[in-house]
């Protein structure tokens, strides 16, 4: 999977951007075709303590984009929550993938029973 960072607002250290790449290595792990993903980090000025820090991850994998967007208060626990929203979503889009591919096989089995004539009950 190859991964663009993109910084606004705020500077990246050397132990932030070890960190945004060992939570996306995680990911890796699902998406075995190639993948394109790009981490957009930014630090706001609101009044609410809860939300400094917005992390949104954009990823293109086969033909299909998965998107999220999470904000903490700090830059770790923004990253970490964008990956476990990001995790649900490909595990989601794999499993659907599957099914679809798992029913068109069935289908196709079924088909070639039929035309030769062995109807398995």
């Known amino acids: 999977m190859e991964m663009r960072i993109l910084a606004r607002n705020m500077n990246l250290s050397e132990r932030s951007e070890d960190y ?3 939570k996306m290595a995680r990911l890796e792990r699902h998406l075995r075709e190639r993948a394109d993903a790009k981490l957009e980090l930014s630090r706001t000025a609101s009044r609410s303590d809860t ?11 086969s033909g299909a984009t998965l998107r999220g967007q999470e904000s903490g208060l700090t830059l770790f626990a923004a990253v970490d929550a964008v990956a476990d929203v990001m995790d649900k979503q490909i595990r989601r889009y794999k499993g659907r993938a599957y099914r679809t591919s798992q029913a068109r096989r069935s289908a196709r089995t079924q088909a070639m029973r039929v035309d030769a004539g062995v109807l398995l009950e």
């Open 51 to 61: 939300d400094r820090f917005v992390a949104q991850m954009t990823i293109s994998a």
């Open 20 to 22: 945004i790449e060992k």
